[in-house]
């Protein structure tokens, strides 16, 4: 996992802000931007940003591509933050 990449994309409040969109259902990219006050590349970019720190997934149906979180990493990372405090008590 490349963790920089990763760490970077959650740092900005924009694609924090997409990543919750995407926690009920997976979206396309118009849809995300209607939730949005920014321009069509702006949130290519964002979106582009997220599927290389591989915290989103595109799969193309019809003329569209559809995003959906990418829960393994998440889970990775979340791993990696617990092995810093020394683990779970469980």
Known sequence: MAMTETL???????RRKILDMLKDKQLNAGEIAAGFDLTDATISHHLSVLKNA????GARKGTFIIYSLN???FED???WMMN???GSDS
């Not at 970077?8 to 924009?14: M, R």
């Not at 591989?54 to 997934?57: A, S």
């Open 8 to 14: 970077k994309a959650l740092s900005d409040p924009v």
């Open 54 to 57: 591989g915290l989103i997934d």
């Open 71 to 73: 829960t393994s990493l």
């Open 77 to 79: 990372v979340m791993n």
């Open 84 to 86: 810093l405090k020394g």
